[in-house]
């Protein structure tokens, strides 16, 4: 069975940077399409960025520039570097891999195995 686990989320103010990775087992970060998703309060689930397993990346438009993400073959780990963060940003971050998504299809949450979720809080 596939682990998540992310962990780096915590309160920051506005224009602070964040780096939470997402620890894993049973998947090969390599091989796998990888996306960060974020919820806010009252609101649906919205896809971030994701990286194919050929490197090609995807972004929301609101962080494009901003959160690049990106994956350690050696550590079988995913980041999302989140920078210049804004009080907008507020709502709890997911990890998510899946083997057999066609990354480039787009960001939806749609993918087999997740994390539970790590929680971050931007003040201005």
């Known amino acids: 069975q596939v682990q998540l686990v992310e962990s780096g989320g915590g309160p920051v103010q506005a224009g602070g940077s964040l780096l939470p990775p997402c620890a894993g087992s049973r998947y090969n970060v390599n091989a796998w399409c990888l996306g960060w998703f974020r919820q806010a309060p009252g609101k649906e689930r919205e896809g971030v960025a994701a990286?194919?397993?050929?490197?090609?990346?995807m972004y929301t438009v609101a962080v494009k520039g901003r959160f690049p993400i990106s994956k350690d073959i050696a550590k079988n780990t995913p980041y999302l570097q989140m920078n210049s963060l804004q009080p907008e940003a507020t709502a709890m971050y997911y990890c998510a891999a899946d083997p057999y998504r066609p990354c480039y299809e787009g960001l939806v949450p749609e993918f087999n195995n997740w994390g539970q979720g790590t929680r971050v809080t931007v003040s201005s």
């Open positions: 990286i194919a397993s050929d490197g090609g990346t």
